[in-house]
């Protein structure tokens, strides 16, 4: 059982290219999130989905795009990087079968933009 | 507006001691979720507990404890005699019912020396 899948786990874009960061899970999750975890600021809420067709944006959306096209697969999308965008980014699922139930995450992805 | 926060950004003991990380939150629902999540150096996001608004008892997990009062609105994390493999960065978390948005706190890292 592979969870939540990220790819890749490192990437250095120059400013202002553009890049997707994959995310896929395979437990049938419907509620999926993206984070970013920058020094001293612990892991911001970028984007959330709570199932296809159906996105919000969280915390720290601006620079950001997401989509949710099917179940499994919810794509982070940088149209311009910037170099504050360097961060280490996560990708979390969770069931809606209960209430806020806990989240799985990604082993990361290690994004500079120099 | 949900919020957590974690005061102490970093704490050194000695093996075996007791250490209690805090972890204080605001909202404005009567219903919601707390949680903790450990960051090993490795760097995956591993789950330890989640915690309902209406169940105010403790619990304990092995050399893990955890202490909620809804009264100081805290929800705060003990391990009993560390060792050196507890040395991480933990996060609290809280999700309000129905907003599917998970808040997390700025992490404290927690190094055990042998």
């Known amino acids: 059982n592979a969870g939540v899948t990220q790819t890749p786990k490192f990437q250095v874009l120059k400013t202002g290219q553009s890049m997707t960061l994959q995310c896929a899970q395979d437990?049938?999750?419907?509620?999926m999130s993206w984070y970013r975890q920058d020094p001293g600021m612990g892991l911001r809420l970028i984007h959330y989905?709570?199932?296809?067709?159906?996105?919000d944006q969280g915390e720290v959306p601006n620079g950001y795009n997401v989509s949710r096209s099917t179940t499994e697969d919810f794509p982070l999308r940088l149209l311009s990087a910037a170099p504050s965008q360097t961060s280490v980014y996560f990708c979390a699922s969770s069931s809606k079968r209960f209430l806020n139930e806990k989240l799985f995450f990604g082993s990361g992805t290690q994004l500079s933009v120099l | 507006a949900q919020k957590v926060t974690q005061a102490q950004t970093e704490i050194s003991v000695v093996e075996k001691e007791d250490v209690t990380l805090d972890c204080v939150y605001e909202t404005r629902d009567t219903t919601y979720y707390l949680f903790w999540y450990k960051q090993p150096p490795s760097g995956e996001l591993v789950f330890l507990i989640r915690?309902?608004?209406?169940?105010?008892q403790n619990e304990i997990s092995g050399r893990y404890s955890w202490n909620f009062q809804k009264s100081t609105s805290s929800f705060n994390f003990t391990i009993t005699a560390s060792q050196v493999v507890d040395s991480a960065v933990y996060f609290c978390?809280?999700?309000?019912?129905?907003?599917?948005?998970?808040?997390f706190g700025t992490g404290t890292r927690l190094k055990v020396l042998a």
């Open positions: 989905s709570v199932g296809a067709g159906i996105t």
């Open positions: 915690r309902n608004s209406f169940d105010e």
């Open positions: 437990m049938n999750h419907e509620y």
């Open positions: 978390a809280l999700s309000e019912v129905g907003t599917y948005k998970y808040i």
